[in-house]
């Protein structure tokens, strides 16, 4: 049986591995000796996420963090994906340490601009020859065209309001909320300021954005692109178009893991997935056959020395189930 002091390390530190929106979908509940991994039914993006391939990601991302954290107490994790269930872990055996475990806790998202950096070029050039689903754009011209394709892709998106109520409804605009250290995207993680984030509220309003977009000021109030194009690169993640996300989510979290390795900061842009226009207009530009899918574009870069607050999570109570 598994020693329950055990389980809460291994589990505090596989809740260290993103997930969409911040939601932590992901529990955990000890079972005649293995560890049965469920979802939380009522964490989930229903508008965003129709489907629920991100959350399915999200579990995967969660449960590579829990075997790499298994590995390093040099126990080895069998993972059988579960029809009912997210999936079912049997500890079994010896493992070495794996190469990533020391960079589960300096993994950040990082939404600031980059500083130049000729390290985070070369780091960039070097991931582009050993990871085979990336494909790493680092000239400026394709950056800047990125920019403009992600925001054009943004927009769309904002413009549904159902879409804009549910982001907002993950926001942690004010250290005030309730939930500004446990879950969301708080401002201090979207590298806002509180008058920027005070703003963000006001402007993803229900008919306010609508009356700024009208007007044709709604475009420049959510363009990132001056932001987009302090990468240093952006990184199309693809992966077989077949594979169930779960799966997809466990390679996602190594490869996040082997930025923070390389000394680079990350920060997704989902919508360049998720934006049908988007996404097609990147698999053609670059050749993504009908056989792959891509998952997300990474924007790369060196980010400014700054203080690191603690990522906002859910106290280890509400993760395991008992």
Same mark, same amino acid.
């Given at each position: 049986? !598994?020693?329950?002091?055990?389980?809460?390390?291994?589990?505090?530190?596989?809740?260290?591995?993103?997930?969409?929106? #911040?939601?932590?979908?992901?529990?955990?509940?000890?079972?005649?000796?293995?560890? /049965?991994?469920?979802?939380?039914?009522?964490?989930?993006?229903?508008?965003?996420?129709?489907?629920?391939?991100?959350?399915?990601?999200?579990?995967?991302?969660?449960?590579? %963090?829990?075997?790499?954290?298994?590995?390093?107490?040099?126990?080895? +994790?069998?993972?059988?994906?579960?029809?009912?269930?997210?999936?079912?872990?049997?500890?079994? %055996?010896?493992? *070495?340490?794996?190469?990533?475990?020391?960079?589960?806790?300096?993994?950040?998202? @990082?939404?600031?601009?980059?500083?130049?950096?000729?390290?985070?070029?070369?780091?960039?050039?070097?991931?582009?020859?050993?990871?085979?689903?990336?494909?790493?754009?680092?000239?400026?011209?394709?950056?800047?065209?990125?920019?403009?394709? @992600?925001?054009?892709?943004?927009?769309?998106?904002?413009?549904?309001?159902? @879409?804009?109520?549910?982001?907002?409804?993950?926001? &942690?605009?004010?250290?005030?909320?309730?939930?500004?250290?446990?879950? %969301?995207? #708080?401002?201090?993680?979207?590298?806002?300021?509180? $008058?920027?984030?005070?703003?963000? =509220?006001?402007? !993803?309003?229900? %008919? /306010? $954005?609508?009356?700024?977009?009208?007007?044709?000021?709604?475009?420049?109030?959510?363009?990132?692109?001056?932001?987009?194009?302090?990468?240093?690169? +952006?990184? !199309? $993640?693809?992966?077989?178009?077949? *594979?169930?996300?779960?799966?997809?989510?466990?390679?996602?979290? &190594? /490869?996040?893991?082997?930025?923070?390795?390389?000394?680079?900061?990350?920060?997704?842009?989902?919508? !360049?997935?998720?934006?049908?226009?988007?996404?097609?207009?990147?698999?053609?530009?670059?050749?993504? =056959?009908?056989?792959?899918?891509?998952?997300?574009?990474?924007?790369?870069?060196?980010?400014?020395?700054?203080?690191?607050?603690?990522?906002?999570?859910?106290?280890?109570?509400?993760?395991?189930?008992?």
């Amino acid at each position: 049986m !598994l020693d329950p002091r055990i389980l809460r390390t291994l589990v505090a530190e596989a809740s260290l591995a993103p997930s969409v929106h #911040n939601i932590q979908p992901t529990r955990w509940r000890p079972e005649d000796g293995r560890v /049965v991994v469920t979802a939380d039914p009522a964490r989930r993006l229903p508008i965003g996420d129709p489907e629920g391939r991100d959350v399915a990601v999200s579990h995967g991302c969660a449960v590579e %963090g829990f075997r790499i954290a298994a590995a390093s107490q040099g126990l080895a +994790v069998e993972v059988a994906p579960d029809g009912s269930d997210v999936a079912v872990l049997t500890l079994k %055996g010896v493992a *070495e340490v794996d190469p990533l475990a020391a960079f589960v806790g300096a993994r950040r998202t @990082y939404r600031g601009r980059f500083e130049a950096s000729p390290s985070a070029r070369d780091a960039c050039a070097r991931l582009a020859e050993t990871c085979p689903d990336l494909v790493m754009l680092q000239e400026q011209e394709a950056i800047a065209d990125l920019a403009a394709l @992600y925001d054009d892709a943004s927009l769309r998106w904002f413009r549904r309001a159902d @879409y804009r109520a549910e982001l907002v409804s993950w926001m &942690r605009l004010s250290r005030r909320h309730a939930d500004w250290a446990r879950d %969301g995207l #708080n401002a201090e993680a979207m590298a806002m300021s509180p $008058f920027e984030a005070a703003g963000a =509220g006001f402007v !993803l309003g229900p %008919g /306010v $954005f609508e009356a700024l977009d009208e007007v044709g000021l709604a475009r420049a109030l959510v363009a990132e692109a001056p932001i987009v194009r302090s990468a240093t690169a +952006v990184a !199309l $993640f693809h992966r077989p178009a077949d *594979e169930p996300p779960f799966e997809t989510g466990r390679r996602f979290y &190594r /490869v996040w893991l082997a930025f923070t390795q390389a000394g680079l900061s990350a920060s997704p842009m989902a919508v !360049l997935a998720d934006d049908e226009a988007a996404s097609a207009s990147l698999r053609a530009e670059h050749g993504l =056959g009908l056989d792959r899918r891509l998952i997300t574009a990474f924007r790369l870069g060196l980010a400014p020395a700054r203080r690191q607050p603690p990522k906002p999570r859910l106290p280890l109570e509400s993760l395991i189930l008992l």
